[in-house]
């Protein structure tokens, strides 16, 4: 019996020295993240506004990954797929979608992440698109079932700054919405919403990465699709008169966005939307801390 207890501790022994050699060290945890798609952004402090106020206010955030890209239409569907996951515009078996024939905002049936303005429409999302018509809860359902989470509104914010203290710049890449003639990103042209002349190639969303990265690696921090956040926002008056519900942060704008009219584009722009609530150009993409 004691012989049997100290085979037990020895063999305890070797595995604890096999775990504790396995302990992957910073540098390579953070090859492995860089590897599956996300870039690290350093601790600092975000210098912002808050919401409707514009008052100046800072953040101290710890050091965290963030997915390089949006959320794709693949990877949402490999999730779906393996996990028999339903989104809630499945469930509620339609959601709103802007009819660019109608020049509005209607509720279409039979609406998914696969065919985003419904089935009669017959656009199905692409692979390498990001994936929309999914809630907040959806997209936090898919964050923790990859062991990660949403990101705050301040974590996404200093991201699309490059985790800058002091950016100096009205978007994630610069100060024009075209540089060297080169459209920066994927937004309206024309006038919202009567037309869009599509001079940057795209009526819908397009696919991740199409107009590049910001200084640190990170693409599609503003238009193409607005992007899910953890927190909560409170409607503003005019939002309140039919719905008091409160409300989850967007960032980033999307492919639907008039800069004359919409500039979600911008580092500190925002917008909302209720948590069950799917639409045809909200995203998300979602973060990890990093460990030490």
Not at 61 to 81: C, H, M, N, R
Request: proline content about 6%.
């Amino acid at each position: 019996m004691e012989l049997r207890r100290l085979l037990f501790f020895a063999l305890l022994a070797i595995a604890a020295k096999v775990w504790y050699g396995c302990t992957e060290s910073r540098g390579n945890q953070e090859a492995k993240n860089a590897a599956s798609g996300m870039v690290l952004v350093s601790a600092g402090t975000l210098h912002t506004v808050v919401p409707y106020t514009e008052t100046p206010s800072t953040h101290s955030l710890k050091a965290f990954y963030i997915d390089k890209s949006p959320v794709t239409v693949a990877d949402f569907q490999k999730f779906a797929t393996q996990k028999g996951y339903v989104t809630d515009a499945e469930k509620f078996g339609n959601s709103p979608v802007f009819d660019v024939d109608q020049q509005g905002w209607a509720m279409a049936d039979s609406v998914s992440y696969l065919y985003p303005l419904g089935k009669k429409k017959g656009y199905k999302a692409q692979a390498n698109h990001p994936v929309t018509q999914v809630s907040w809860q959806d997209a936090k359902c898919y964050c923790e079932s990859q062991d990660k989470r949403l990101p705050t509104d301040a974590e996404w914010e200093f991201a699309a700054k490059s985790g800058q203290e002091r950016y100096p710049n009205l978007y994630s890449w610069g100060n024009q919405m075209k540089e060297g003639g080169k459209f920066k990103t994927n937004y309206s042209q024309g006038t919202v919403p009567e037309s869009n002349t599509q001079e940057d190639g795209f009526l819908y969303p397009s696919p991740v990465g199409q107009f590049g990265a910001n200084p640190i690696g990170l693409t599609d921090m503003g238009g193409n699709v607005w992007q899910w956040c953890a927190d909560d926002i409170a409607p503003t008056p005019a939002e309140a008169e039919e719905d008091t519900s409160m409300r989850k942060v967007l960032r980033g704008g999307s492919f639907l966005c008039d800069p004359k009219v919409c500039h979600g584009f911008r580092v500190e722009g925002r917008s909302a939307s209720t948590p069950e609530t799917g639409l045809p150009h909200v995203g998300f993409r979602c973060v990890k801390e990093a460990k030490n």
